[in-house]
């Protein structure tokens, strides 16, 4: 089986991905870019075909000196140097570049990753929890002098800018700009009621943004991004937004879903009292690129 390069998704890699979310109950580019919404996103793709179809698969994104990699090998093909040869791609493509570091999201990480990622001297950068609670969650009630809506056509300046100030010191969340947003509400999924906008005294305050999983059994409601001006925290907001989606999400699903930073104990500890618990800890790797 030998390995190609494509500036293309492979034909195959919708397939392959199912098959290790039922093997591994994560999706392995959980945290890569969405392709079909960002098709100009400059990301490099690998596979490796055999004769039951697509077996393995890479991903390469992000400007030079600052690449993300993902990559997936089928289940049953698992130990068998397949990740290695895609691993190898990634070494040979960024060395290329003159890069000497890159990092990589593990959903679920386990022993083959752990052992993979101990072979290639992977440092653990970040991880980042997903958390679960059921559904229905509880009351949203917001602070005096606040009001929550739908994501009107007019709101992508707000949303971009109390964004940018919620995440200001974010790695990756701060640089989402209006394309992006633009991008993300062309998108099936899009239901301009479950993107809710908090405003005060006509300024922005908050946002939350859902999303429901259909390909799941059942349905999955995912808060999928959702942030306070710094000036609006500390004021029950943002517990009051949270809460107001998983509201949204109940006409879909029993089942609500977050994602957290580890180091984001503030989060994780009203989180908790909401009721979130963790369901799996999906980890970011640190390579050193070997010349």
Not at 15 to 26: F, H, K, N, P, V
Not at 79 to 90: D, K, N
Not at 141 to 164: C, I, Q, T
Not at 234 to 248: F, S, V
Request: net charge negative; charged share 25%.
């Amino acid at each position: 089986m030998e390995l190609t390069e494509s500036a293309v998704p492979p034909a195959g890699l919708p397939e392959l991905r199912r098959a290790c979310m039922i093997a591994d109950g994560a999706d392995p580019f959980q945290h890569a870019p969405d392709f079909a919404a960002h098709p100009a996103s400059g990301a490099e793709f690998s596979s490796i075909e055999g004769d039951a179809g697509l077996r393995g698969a890479g991903i390469l994104w992000g400007p030079i000196g600052d690449r993300y990699a993902c990559i997936c090998v089928v289940p049953g093909e698992r130990l068998r140097g397949l990740g290695g040869t895609i691993a190898e791609w990634v070494r040979r493509v960024t060395v290329g570049e003159g890069a000497d570091v890159i990092r990589s999201w593990v959903a679920g990480a386990g022993f083959v990753t752990d052992r993979f990622c101990d072979r290639w001297q992977g440092v653990v950068a970040r991880r980042l929890m997903k958390l679960t609670v059921e559904l229905p969650a509880g009351e949203a009630h917001l602070p005096e002098g606040y009001e929550v809506r739908g994501f009107r056509p007019g709101d992508v300046p707000a949303l971009v800018a109390v964004n940018s100030e919620a995440f200001a010191d974010h790695p990756d969340q701060a640089t989402m700009t209006a394309e992006d947003v633009e991008a993300k509400i062309s998108q099936p999924w899009f239901d301009p009621d479950g993107l809710l906008l908090a405003w005060k005294d006509g300024e922005p305050a908050a946002y939350c943004w859902t999303k429901v999983h259909s390909g799941t059994d059942p349905p999955e409601g995912e808060i999928h991004l959702i942030g306070t001006a710094p000036v609006h925290q500390g004021r029950g907001l943002g517990r009051a937004m949270t809460l107001a989606g998983l509201r949204r999400l109940e006409n879909s699903t029993r089942k609500g879903t977050l994602y957290v930073d580890e180091m984001n104990v503030a989060a994780r500890s009203m989180y908790r009292r909401i009721g979130f618990r963790i369901e799996r800890v999906d980890v970011q790797y640190r390579f050193q690129v070997p010349s």
